[in-house]
């Protein structure tokens, strides 16, 4: 069966880096668009960043641009989101999302807390 997980969340001091992977399985990776959304407390989610099937194109919220780093590994199905600099605002829930077409898919998420 779909499955994408998570990992790499946590807490982490303001100004701090962390690096996320999503581990996908259960279709074909390789055509899918990967995407990193987020999701704070008492607000909708947001995309972060989206990375094209081949890795060529990658496209990043205003928010986290220059800090944020997309990428992928499809030939072990993992999609990758480093975060530098990070801020307190930052702070949420992280999803991972696989698109093509009309099909999509979501992991489970990962927590991501900004603090001191």
């Known amino acids: 069966q779909v499955q994408l997980v998570e990992s790499g969340g946590g807490l982490v001091q303001p100004g701090g880096s962390l690096k996320l992977s999503c581990a996908a399985s259960?279709?074909?990776?390789?055509?899918?668009?990967m995407s990193w959304y987020r999701q704070a407390p008492g607000k909708e989610r947001e995309l972060v960043a989206r990375?094209?099937?081949?890795?060529?194109?990658?496209n990043y919220a205003d928010s986290v641009k220059g800090r944020f780093t997309i990428s992928r590994d499809n030939a072990n199905s993992l999609v990758y989101l480093q975060m530098n600099s990070l801020k307190p605002e930052d702070t949420a829930v992280y999803y991972c999302k696989s698109s093509w077409s009309a099909t999509e898919y979501w992991g489970q998420g990962t927590q991501v807390t900004v603090s001191s």
């Open positions: 259960g279709f074909p990776f390789s055509r899918y668009t």
């Open positions: 990375i094209s099937s081949t890795g060529g194109i990658r």
